[in-house]
């Protein structure tokens, strides 16, 4: 399968400091990333849609100003936690949707970066 | 609303045996579903699709049911090793939407 890669792994910061998460894939260009967070022992929550070329379509809730989403490239989208809080302490994943792949419908996930805010 | 449902939290299976993971969705707009694995602090493993032009989709020891009518699909893993104990994941879209909509996950024991 598609392979897509993320950075850093994990991450710890002090309250107040932005952090910065790299999403990239390696070996097929994605028009369409996604952003996703993972509480302990709950299902993924879709945070936004990077498009590239173009702005981040959030979901209800997501503050856009809070979780910045840059889609440089057809291969790197970036999400910045702004201003970082410990409530923001999560697992975040990103993902990239291969056009080659199950009629472009298929999604390939990274790793995912541990976020603890201190 | 929950679009996407596993009402199984947990299964326990003996190894050899097969797994049959549930998975019910309300959206009649959902054309395409997906299943995946994850461990604990990755990301999810693609594991197998399946569009809603078809009502059986298999890959080795994984197969993928769908039952339009009911709304309904299922993964059937035979069989089952203790390797394939982890949470998984049935997720849907509709055409054109991109977004995929998750199920709460079913974890997956397989006991030797």
């Known amino acids: 399968g598609a392979v897509v890669s993320q950075h850093p792994s994990r991450v710890i910061c002090k309250s107040g400091t932005s952090v910065k998460i790299e999403c990239r894939s390696l070996d097929f260009q994605a028009t369409t990333m996604f952003w996703y967070r993972q509480f302990p022992k709950q299902s993924l929550m879709l945070m936004a849609t990077?498009?590239?070329?173009?702005?981040?379509?959030?979901e209800q809730g997501v503050e856009k100003d809070k979780f910045l989403i840059n889609h440089a490239s057809l291969t790197l989208s970036t999400l910045t936690v702004t201003s970082a809080h410990p409530e923001d302490s999560s697992f975040y994943i990103c993902?990239?949707?291969?056009?080659?792949?199950?009629?472009?419908?298929?999604?390939?996930f990274g790793p995912g970066t541990r976020l603890l805010v201190l | 609303d929950q679009q996407v449902k596993q009402n199984s939290p947990s299964l326990s299976v003996q190894e050899g045996r097969i797994s049959i993971l549930n998975c019910d969705y309300t959206n009649s707009m959902f054309d395409y579903f997906l299943w995946y694995k994850k461990y604990p602090a990755e990301g999810p493993t693609f594991l197998i699709s399946?569009?809603?032009?078809?009502d059986k989709n298999e890959d080795g020891r994984f197969t993928v049911f769908l039952n339009k009518s009911a709304k309904h699909l299922s993964l059937h893993i035979v069989p089952s090793q203790p390797g394939d104990s982890a949470v998984y994941f049935c997720?849907?879209?509709?055409?054109?939407?991109?977004?995929?909509?998750f199920g709460q996950g079913t974890e997956l024991s397989v006991k030797p």
């Open positions: 399946i569009s809603s032009i078809k």
């Open positions: 990077s498009n590239e070329g173009s702005k981040a379509t959030y």
């Open positions: 993902s990239a949707r291969d056009p080659g792949a199950g009629g472009g419908e298929t999604q390939y």
């Open positions: 997720a849907a879209s509709a055409r054109g939407g991109g977004k995929l909509i």
